[in-house]
């Protein structure tokens, strides 16, 4: 099979690309890749036979069974390679908030493959619910490493007026975030490349956050966390941000903790940081039990549960 890029690089051919996707009435739910391995490995689900086996379920398919102006769009976009006698997409349209958002195809095994799955519309819906229980206004906000950009074009939706950066280091994810804001029709989001938030200057009303927060042997940015059992990014997240929160500003902050022995070492390195910078802080634990089969690895051998957590900090 033909290798491809992670993400398209013609942003206009791929939005027009969605955009015709759309008017079909599409819709799909992103599942985990575990998920999908096991669904696509039916039998029956071995070639495509409709739009969302193609587009959701990344399946390969004959020539004959998309729309001509479709098939047509996704080979100017690059979206689409040969896979022996079919053809297989590149590119993935995922449901959320009412808008339709391009990431990677499955399987997201490239190093800056743009991922979205059951994290995305879990951190997207925090983000939602801070906003609505908010009491005052969003004049700037930052989705810092944005992926696919769909919590910042969350934010963009309930904003109007303000100004929301979506920022990444990986090119593919910013293309993404361009397509994505436009899709939904936030053309004045701003795309920036920037590691962490060193190239965005300025304070925020609201910085937002889904740092990945695994231990990965492969290193993908989506997922490899870092640091002491992958707490790594989203600890320098949190410190980077609590400096840039202007007066009532806030952080939310979604990610995942390693618990040893019924401890969460991540937790206890937020409360010190918030603590020293005389910080309001919440923190709970959305899932207590995900990813159990990452167990395994051997990298976690004193880690008991990886839990699915939600940092708010604000300053006064």
């Known amino acids: 099979m033909t290798q491809s890029e992670p993400f398209p690089q013609n942003e206009e051919a791929v939005l027009?690309?969605?955009?015709?996707?759309?008017?079909?009435?599409?819709?799909f739910t992103t599942v985990t890749p575990a998920t999908h391995a096991h669904v696509n490995a039916r039998p029956r689900n071995a070639e495509a036979k409709s739009l969302r086996d193609v587009f959701g379920w990344s399946r390969p398919f004959r020539a004959d069974l998309l729309p001509e102006p479709i098939l047509r769009l996704m080979r100017e976009a690059g979206a689409v390679v040969e896979d022996g006698p079919l053809l297989r997409p590149t590119i993935r349209f995922s449901s959320l908030d009412g808008e339709l958002f391009a990431h990677s195809s499955y399987p997201p095994s490239a190093a800056d493959a743009v991922f979205f799955g059951p994290d995305t519309m879990r951190f997207a819906g925090a983000v939602i619910a801070h906003l609505e229980g908010r009491s005052g206004p969003v004049r700037r906000a930052v989705d810092l490493g944005c992926g696919s950009g769909a919590a910042g074009i969350c934010v963009?939706?309930?904003?109007?007026?303000?100004?929301?950066?979506?920022?990444?280091?990986?090119?593919?994810?910013?293309?993404?975030?361009?397509?994505?804001?436009?899709?939904?029709?936030?053309?004045?989001?701003?795309?920036?490349?920037?590691?962490?938030?060193?190239?965005?200057?300025?304070?925020?009303?609201l910085i937002v956050s889904n740092p990945p927060f695994m231990i990965d042997t492969a290193a993908r940015a989506y997922r490899h966390g870092g640091g002491p059992l992958g707490a790594g990014l989203s600890l320098a997240v949190a410190e980077q941000a609590v400096e840039r929160l202007a007066p009532?500003?806030?952080?939310?902050?979604?990610?995942?903790?390693?618990?040893?022995?019924?401890?969460?070492?991540?937790?206890?390195?937020?409360?010190?940081?918030?603590?020293?910078?005389?910080?309001?802080?919440?923190?709970?634990?959305?899932?207590?039990?995900?990813?159990?089969?990452?167990?395994?690895?051997?990298?976690?051998?004193?880690?008991?549960?990886?839990?699915?957590?939600?940092?708010?900090v604000t300053r006064r």
């Not at 690309?17 to 009435?25: E, F, I, K, Q």
Request: proline residues 3%.
């Open 16 to 27: 027009a690309l969605a955009r015709a996707v759309r008017d079909t009435g599409y819709t």
């Open 156 to 205: 963009a939706k309930r904003a109007p007026g303000a100004e929301v950066v979506l920022v990444d280091i990986n090119p593919a994810a910013m293309r993404a975030a361009r397509v994505n804001a436009r899709l939904a029709g936030t053309d004045g989001v701003d795309v920036r490349h920037s590691d962490m938030l060193r190239d965005v200057e300025g304070q925020f009303d």
């Open 248 to 312: 009532g500003g806030s952080l939310v902050l979604f990610t995942g903790a390693a618990i040893v022995e019924g401890e969460d070492p991540f937790r206890d390195a937020v409360e010190a940081l918030c603590g020293r910078a005389g910080l309001d802080w919440s923190y709970r634990e959305f899932d207590p039990d995900e990813y159990g089969e990452e167990l395994a690895n051997a990298v976690y051998d004193e880690v008991e549960r990886l839990a699915l957590v939600i940092l708010t």
